[in-house]
């Protein structure tokens, strides 16, 4: 039998809060990207008082559209996922936030592997994640519902 590290993302989503409970206060806005992580983003909503900004992204076969959030500059920003695979949406978002000049970004997700990190290091000053598999897997592989 298959062992999942969470049930669903509102589950991964109480895991991150309990995980990070003490950095989330430190953040000016969380932006939280959709649809991805709705679910996981009501365990933050009712743990947190951080203002939360939503990020809709647009995928086609080829590419990701992550359109620009304005009104960042000099802030504090912590990304809300549902996890990271290769980091290409990741690394697209903190490169986003880079281009409105953010104090300081921070992904917190609850799965990224190891590999991709030093990638992801590239636009983000720190990752937080729940689970660190050593290389990059499906997503769906860590939920028992997806």
Sequence with gaps: MMEFDFIDRADAGRK????????ISNFDVLIVVLPSASEIA????TETTTTMRDLVIGRSARDVVIP???????????????????????IAIGAMLRAGSVASATLIVPICPKLVVP??????DTIHAVVSPIAPQAITL?????
């Design 16 to 23: 991150m809060v309990d995980t990070f409970r003490s950095e």
């Design 42 to 45: 009501l365990a933050f909503a």
């Design 68 to 90: 620009r959030i304005d009104d960042v500059a000099g802030l504090n920003v912590a990304v809300i996922d549902d996890g990271v695979e290769s980091g290409t949406t990741a």
């Design 119 to 124: 990638n992801l290091l590239s636009v983000y």
């Design 142 to 146: 860590h939920y028992q519902t997806n």
